[in-house]
């Protein structure tokens, strides 16, 4: 029996009518539409989300440089928010993005109020980057439900209050930025159940007090770890070792007191930043087998004699202090062997505070073996 003509007509009306309802205008998920206009509503509908118009589609006509949606499931999986300048607030409504796996709030400077506690539903979010905004409270202890985190950066902001033990519970956590805003306290020494698999902590720029915990001894940052400018104190000659992977320790500007001469040093450590500590004993000849790129043990109570050989051969030193010239002029010394015989420790303490020296291995800019960080107002001569 042939189709009728009716018959065909009818199909081809149903799958014409199956193809535009899959057209790409309706990408966009309701429900994330009305929760993203509900976060533009909070953050004073700034003029960077013009295109957030709810009469078009999130997936499609709205920036892709401020949202991500996922191309199968079209259900938004990243929010990135950078440089607005209208006040406002973080949602509540955040928690209503149940695919969400990328938040970064980035330089968002009068974005304020606390943190939202809805984000802790948000279980598929890996990356957390509220940063260089004027956001204040305490750091969330619930944070700790985030279980599928790596990458917390919390820097350059208004927190206060003490680093939430809870945060150990972040087995997965390989980042973690709480620089630069008022924390007090200690360092909780249940950060160390961390030290498997987080490589950078940033914890500078606060108002910590107390001593590293000793259970850190064991822990391989294997990039960065930075404590600078806080009140710690105390011994951490065992942040130190031959079997350290760490590349960079930033400690400077706290109250650590410890035997520097007695230091050993891994292999890939080539950033290490000291200044204005307690430090004591000389500076050892283990020194001379780094490939650095910053040290700066200025200030401090070293002495004894400045190590030559193997890389720091390959430094210039510029001398720019008046108590060292005795005159107004800059003398350029070629190497360190005119500083070797200089073992007085007040001699060498001036040296260690008013030394600049510049590789001259490096062939893309000044990456800087630094004993102080202060360049000269004057023009240095060459002699």
């Known amino acids: 029996m042939k189709p009728s003509v009716v018959s065909i007509l009818s199909f081809s009306l149903f799958f014409l009518s199956q193809y535009f309802s899959i057209s790409p205008s309706e990408r966009c998920n309701p429900n994330d539409k009305k929760t993203l206009l509900e976060i533009k509503k909070g953050l ?29 499931t079209n259900r938004v999986i990243g929010l990135f928010l950078f440089k607005i300048d209208d006040a406002g ?165 706290n109250k650590f007191e410890f035997d520097f001469s007695k230091l050993t040093f891994g292999e890939s450590l080539s950033r290490l930043d000291l200044n204005h500590n307690k430090i004591y004993g000389s500076l050892p000849t283990a020194l001379t087998k780094q490939s650095w790129q910053l040290f700066n043990v200025s200030y401090n109570r070293l002495c004894g004699k400045i190590p030559q050989g193997g890389s720091m051969q390959r430094w210039i030193v510029f001398e720019f202090h008046k108590y060292l010239t005795h005159s107004r002029e800059f003398s350029w010394l070629s190497g360190l062997g005119s500083l070797v015989d200089n073992d007085r420790c007040l001699v060498l303490l001036i040296l260690l505070s008013f030394l600049f020296m510049e590789s001259k291995s490096d062939p893309f800019g000044p990456t800087n073996l630094d004993l102080h960080r202060r360049k000269p107002t004057m023009e240095m001569k060459e002699t």
């Not at 013009?50 to 401020?66: A, E």
């Not at 500078?204 to 710690?232: E, I, K, Y």
Request: charged fraction near 20%; hydrophobic fraction near 35%.
């Open 44 to 72: 004073g509908n700034p003029y960077n989300l013009i295109t957030w118009d709810p009469k078009t589609d999130c997936c499609i006509d709205w920036n892709q440089y401020t949202l991500s949606c996922d191309d199968k």
């Open 89 to 253: 607030h973080i949602s509540p409504a955040i928690g209503d993005l149940p695919y969400l796996q990328r938040l970064d709030f980035n330089n968002v400077r009068n974005l304020s109020g606390p943190i939202p506690p809805t984000i802790t539903k948000l279980s598929e979010l890996t990356f957390l980057r509220i940063s260089q905004t004027n956001i204040s409270g305490l750091v969330p202890d619930f944070l700790s439900k985030l279980k599928n985190v790596t990458y917390i950066n919390l820097s350059y902001n208004n927190l206060i209050g003490t680093i939430p033990p809870s945060l150990s519970e972040l087995s997965n956590l390989e980042f973690l930025r709480l620089d630069r805003n008022k924390l007090t306290g200690p360092i909780p020494e249940s950060l160390s159940k961390l030290a498997s698999k987080l490589t950078y902590l940033h914890l500078g720029h606060n108002q910590l007090t107390g001593v590293v915990p000793t259970s850190f001894a064991g822990w391989s940052f294997n990039n960065t770890l930075d404590l600078s400018r806080n009140m710690l104190q105390g011994d951490i000659s065992f942040l130190f070792g031959k079997d350290k992977t760490t590349f960079e320790m930033i400690l400077d500007r």
